[in-house]
Structure formats: structure tokens, C-alpha cells
């Protein structure tokens, strides 16, 4: 499988400057091959560069595998789309390869600017370090920057770990109250998760009041804080979820992301930003990449009525769940928890098709 490792630079004043230089140049030199490109209906990476290479490098300044790679990005982002003109951002991400990027074990990376040859030194972190050790980079790397700090993304080859057949599963329910509930009992509180979105909420309201410049500049910062906050949350539930399944000997079953929204009609106005705002999907990659990781078989599940089914006598009615958190079978008494007997549904449906269940 494919990792992608997110590695911070730590630049001095003039490696960030000269950086910062040669992306901008770079995504110029972007915006005029896509306004060629688009206007010409050309959108292969040899004719283009057949048209426009000598342009570039004459009026940029980019070295020959530079021009090649703005021609590449430019072609790459047609392929989704050419109804319109794609216009790339100054700080967008430069693409680098082989050619013009290379690395003195983990410690530094040699990149190519318009001024030449630097060498960087990279914060590699410990996770980061284990994978990358023994394993040459391949292929492009994207230069991005992040809330004005440098990033390389790094694309690593991983050899894929067999996937052990599970007879049983661990049923994850993912909600708003708790963000994940499992068929052990354990709950992922959402708690500080809804603290934090109502602060930023009313933050966000007064600030969109003002509309300054300093305001939409705090806009910006905050909602890149948020979404740093929702993916730590993240990687930490699914961390959790991970290593308790692999220890159960037990695979995942994690119910089909259209049930996330199955009850948005029903539920609390206060609460429906929380039900569609929450990252799920993130968390859900967040735990199929990290299963594949740790040879942890996933199976998606429908998961209409789990929350309504009782784990027990089965009846299926609306009225076993008077209330969100609670649950309560009205044919044989059965009571606990809603998240947690969703939970157990889940998991029990994905036994009963774990013949078809992939990876």
C-alpha cells in the first residue's frame, strides 16, 4: 500500500525565502500553461510541452524538469475537469521527483531552487522514522506550505500485510453525543469535540460581523486550527479502535457512511451542525489505513435500524428508542445504551457476511 508522510522542513530566513520564490515562480508558471491549455483544448502532457516548454524556461526561469513538472500538475488537474479555467494559487503545491529532489538519509533534503542546490533539515518523527527507515523514496513529492511552514509529502511504498481471516468483529457506531461507540461497551466521548465547535461558533460569528482583513485572516487561522483539532481527535480514536481489534484477534465493522445522516430530520437543531460538520469520513480512512497497516480485516455494513433492532429478540421498532441515548425493546424488555447496541448490530451483521467481506 501507499503512505503518504507529511515531513516539516526547518528553514532558515533564506532557504524559506528561496523557497518561497520558486513556488510562486513555479505556480506562475502554471497559470500560463492552464490558460494555454484551456484555450487551446490541449490538454496532453506532450503536446503541451511540445508548444510551450522553450516559453516557459525562457520567461520563468525554471530549470527542464521544473517546466516538466508544472506541465505534469497543470495536465493532472484537467483530468477531472475541462469546463473551466483552473487557476493555481502562489503558495499552491510544488511538484518535485527524483530530478530535483533527493535526501542525505533522514536528516536532510537536498531541493532544487531558482538559485540552485539547498539543504534542508527535516523533523522526521518517530512513526515517520520507522516507516522511511531502509525504504527509498519513489516518485514525486509535493512542496507545500502550511500555515507559513514548509511540508514535504512523501509518498512511501509499504508491503501490503495479509489481511487474517476474522470470524468475529469489533462494531464501531460513530454518532454525535459519542463520536464512536464500540461492541465492548467503550465510548469516544464527543464532549470536548461539541465544546470546542460552539466556541468556535460564536468566534466565528463575531468575526464574520467585523469583516476586516485582520478578521478574515483570524477566520482562516482558526478554521485551519479546527481542522488540525478534528484530525487529532481522529487519529486518536482510530488508533484505539485499531489496536483494540488487532488484540481481540477480531476484524472492524464500521457501518456505511450514508447512515451517518440517517437521522439529521430528528435530530436537535443545536445538534445538526455537529452531525454534518464532524469529520466521519476522515475517521473512517483513519481506521481502514491503519487496519490495512496492522493486517486488520474492515467490512462496511448497512447500518439502517441498528440502533432500532433489539441485539437480543430482534423486534425492530421506532419506539425501542425513545430517546437518542436510550434504548429499550418493547417485545422482551431488553434495555442499554442506543450507541452501544447499534454497536453490537453492526458487528453481528458483518459476521454474518463474513464470507464477503474485503479487505
Known amino acids: 500500500m501507499n503512505l503518504t508522510l507529511k515531513i516539516k522542513l526547518i528553514t532558515d530566513e533564506k532557504q524559506y525565502d528561496r523557497l518561497l520564490t520558486t513556488m510562486r515562480i513555479f505556480n506562475h508558471a502554471c497559470n500560463y500553461i492552464s490558460e494555454l491549455a484551456y484555450s487551446t483544448k490541449t490538454f ?31 495536465c493532472e488537474s484537467y483530468k477531472a475537469d475541462k469546463k473551466e479555467l483552473h487557476i493555481f494559487r502562489d503558495t499552491g503545491s510544488m511538484v518535485y521527483d527524483e530530478r530535483i529532489l533527493s535526501f542525505k538519509g533522514l536528516e536532510y533534503a537536498s531541493m532544487l531552487t ?10 522526521v518523527a518517530e512513526y515517520h522514522r520507522g516507516m522511511l527507515m531502509g525504504r527509498r523514496v519513489r516518485g514525486q513529492a509535493d512542496l507545500i506550505l502550511d500555515d507559513g511552514v514548509f511540508y514535504l509529502l512523501l509518498v512511501i511504498e509499504l508491503p501490503d500485510k495479509p489481511i487474517f481471516d476474522a470470524e468475529k468483529f469489533l462494531g464501531v457506531d460513530l454518532g454525535i453525543v459519542n463520536i ?4 465492548t461497551g467503550e465510548t469516544f466521548s ?3 469535540v461539541t465544546t470546542t465547535r460552539k466556541r468556535n461558533t460564536k468566534l466565528r460569528a463575531k468575526l464574520q460581523s467585523k469583516g476586516t482583513k485582520s478578521a478574515k485572516r483570524l477566520l482562516k487561522e482558526r478554521s485551519k486550527r479546527e481542522r488540525r483539532f478534528a484530525a487529532d481527535v481522529n487519529h486518536c480514536i482510530s488508533k484505539r479502535i485499531v489496536e483494540k481489534a488487532k488484540a481481540l484477534g477480531a476484524g472492524i465493522a464500521l457501518e456505511d457512511l450514508g447512515g451517518i445522516r440517517r437521522n439529521e430530520k430528528t435530530v436537535a437543531k443545536a445538534q445538526r451542525q455537529q452531525l454534518s460538520s464532524w469529520s466521519f469520513h476522515q475517521l473512517r480512512l483513519f481506521i481502514e489505513y491503519k487496519a490495512q497497516l496492522s493486517g486488520v480485516r474492515v467490512a462496511i455494513v448497512d447500518a439502517r435500524n441498528t440502533s432500532r433492532q433489539c441485539p437480543k429478540c430482534g423486534y425492530t421498532d421506532e419506539a425501542n428508542r425513545p430517546t437518542r441515548d436510550d434504548f429499550e425493546c418493547m417485545e422482551c424488555g431488553y434495555a442499554d445504551p442506543a450507541d452501544y447496541v447499534a454497536a453490537v448490530n453492526i458487528s453481528r451483521r458483518a459476521a454474518v457476511n463474513q464470507p464477503n467481506v474485503g479487505a
Not at 531558482?114 to 523533523?123: A, T
Open 180 to 183: 464512536a461507540a464500540d461492541s
Open 44 to 74: 496532453s502532457k506532450i503536446k503541451l510541452q511540445q508548444t510551450c516548454y522553450y516559453d516557459i524556461r525562457r520567461e520563468f526561469g525554471l530549470s527542464a524538469q521544473m517546466v516538466v513538472r508544472a506541465i505534469g500538475k497543470v
Open 114 to 123: 531558482l538559485d540552485g542546490r539547498i539543504e534542508v533539515p527535516m523533523m
Open 190 to 192: 464527543g464532549a470536548k
